[in-house]
Every structure is written in C-alpha cells, then in structure tokens.
C-alpha cells in the first residue's frame, strides 16, 4: 500500500506479531484462581501498558483497579477506549504517564471529573487520540494477528491529525483509508458475571470490546461475580465470551463492579459516583478521600464494608431488577 499520510500521534506500543504468539503459548487449561493482589503484584509491573475491560461506569474491574493504585504502579501506558470511573480511579493513584485517548475523563451525563481533567491538562501525560470504534479496532487487529486494520474512520478530522494512523491506498481498489495499528496491551484487568476455574468466561449483555481485548492482550486477568463449575460453561458454551486461552488468572469478586453498574446484578451507586464528583472540587478533600477509600483500606470487601456493605449492595441489587422496598429487600 501507498502511505500518503501519519498522524502526528505517537504510536505508544508498536504489534509485534511474534511476541504475541509467544504471550498465548502459557495459557493452559489449568485453575487458575488467585488473589486480586497476587495477580497485580505478578502481572501490572510499573511501565507496563495497560487496558481495561467494561463501557463507561458499567461492569469495571473496580477491584483490580483499587488495587493497582494501592500498590503503587506507575508509568502505565493506558488505553482510554470507554473509560469513565475506571480513568478516575487510575487518575487517583497517577499510575499512568500515557493514554491513548478515546473516551476519558467525563462520567456520562454525571459531569466531568475536574482532577481526571486536570492531570491530562498536567503535562504530566502524553496523549494520543483515537476515536471509540478506531481504538476498539486496534484490539480487533491485533486479536487476528493483524499489524493494522482499514477503516475510512478519523479521515479528515483533527482527531486522526493527533493519533498514530496513517492514510494507505488499497492496492486492489485505489480507494483511500485509513490505516489502524495493532494494540496488545502487556495486560488487560476485566470483569465479568460467571467463570469456570481454567478461565473460560460468560458475560451478561453488553460485551462491549472485551472478547477482542482479551485476545489482543499479552495477559489477562479477570474478576467475577461468582466462579461456576466447567460443567455449566460446556452446557452453554456459546455464551462463553472470553476462552480459557486468553486468561491467566481468574478472581471471584462479587460485586467487583462497585459503584458501577453490573447488568442484570446490581446497580451503579450514583450516590458514591457523586461522591467522586463532589470531593474532587477540593484538594485537600480529595486526597483524604482516595487514602480513606483505597490506600488506607486493606483490600476491596474493606471499601465495601465503607460504602455500606452487604445492606448496600442488596439495596443496588434490588434497584437492578426493580424490586420493590415493600418486599424486604
């Protein structure tokens, strides 16, 4: 292909064919439960590039996500493909020092979060930009093996001036696109609704890009609301978005999603989300907030037990499937 044009963006984590191969060799069908702070310490190594599963504030690896901020990891690359709360909490602990950008620092119609906004504004982080569906191809890509992907998105826009696209011409057609390169993350945190012990996982509704960013990522570590019996994946094996050969560990965390929504489980808890909001307006306040909440607690079923616990947790439970207050709940 003829090569016309690049954006200026840099390319933060070039595909390397090879490499990825290499990455998918360990993945065996074997148990591999572990610990949330086990499975950060071995696979989120500072530097590292990062990706998270999950849309917006729905279905997020909150747990893992704490974690990787209380034990300090820095100079992540991390990619901003729809990432609200997820971004927040990463922003928390300034863990990373470049993003690909897609979808960052607003929480829907919540509003924006003013110290997300504030440390890219820092100079503290490099930036590139992608739009949403160029940044899920670039796993889309890498997941076949690909070092790029045609698309006619981001041409004629600022928003392919600041990525790291280039325009091609087809060889076969003459027709102009715009090439997207390959992203395989060192590691992508997801969580999900079920899992067998070997990694072989089911999610509810919305997959968003995780089947692809599983298979794009070097390493996969994966929270779930509950572990299953291999038994009820192979009875549905269908529904078995994310196979045992993308996933290096597997962590039973119920309600690991919190304060984000988890369909058909629980709802997201706006009151905390405001919460976020509210206490980033002030310094002082914020920074007491994240040691109160993340760096002072011992793990995440301590930040539950801060947010309300079991009783809360019900109460989100119940406002997900609509259940009347009168009922008991």
Request: with cysteine; hydrophobic share 35%.
């Amino acid at each position: 292909m003829e090569k016309m044009l690049s954006g200026q963006g840099e390319n933060f984590l070039p595909f390397n064919l090879t490499e990825h191969r290499k990455s998918l060799q360990n993945k065996r069908y074997e148990n591999k439960v572990t610990t949330v702070k086990e499975a950060v310490s071995k696979y989120v190594t500072s530097g590292s590039y990062l990706a998270t599963g999950g849309f917006g504030c729905n279905r997020i690896a909150s747990a893992l996500l704490h974690e990787i901020v209380r034990q300090g990891k820095k100079n992540l690359g991390f990619s901003g493909h729809t990432t609200t709360h997820d971004f927040q909490i990463l922003v928390a602990g300034e863990c990373f020092d470049r993003c690909d950008a897609a979808y960052i620092v607003g929480l829907e119609a919540r509003g924006l979060s003013k110290m997300a906004r504030k440390y890219i504004e820092s100079g503290k982080v490099k930036t590139t930009e992608w739009s949403n569906a160029s940044l899920a191809w670039r796993y889309k890509a890498a997941a076949m093996g690909l070092s790029f992907i045609p698309s006619k998105v981001m041409l004629g826009t600022d928003t392919f001036k600041y990525s790291a696209a280039k325009v091609v011409t087809c060889p076969f057609t003459g027709e102009t696109y715009s090439a997207i390169p390959a992203l395989s993350p060192d590691v992508a945190v997801i969580h999900v609704h079920k899992a067998d012990v070997y990694g072989n996982c089911v999610i509810e509704g919305l997959n968003n890009s995780d089947t692809d960013l599983a298979k794009a990522s070097k390493h996969v570590i994966v929270t779930t609301e509950r572990i299953v019996d291999n038994e009820e994946i192979r009875r549905s094996p269908w529904k078995t978005a994310i196979p045992y050969w993308s996933v290096d560990a597997v962590i039973p965390v119920p309600y690991g999603s919190f304060p984000g929504n988890m369909e058909g489980e629980y709802f997201s808890d706006e009151k905390h989300l405001q919460m976020w909001l509210d206490v980033e307006q002030d310094e002082k306040s914020y920074r007491e907030f994240v040691k109160k909440y993340i760096l002072d607690t011992e793990d995440f079923y301590e930040y539950l037990e801060l947010c309300g616990g079991i009783k809360r947790m019900n109460e989100l439970r119940a406002e997900e499937l609509m259940i009347s207050s009168k009922k008991g709940i």
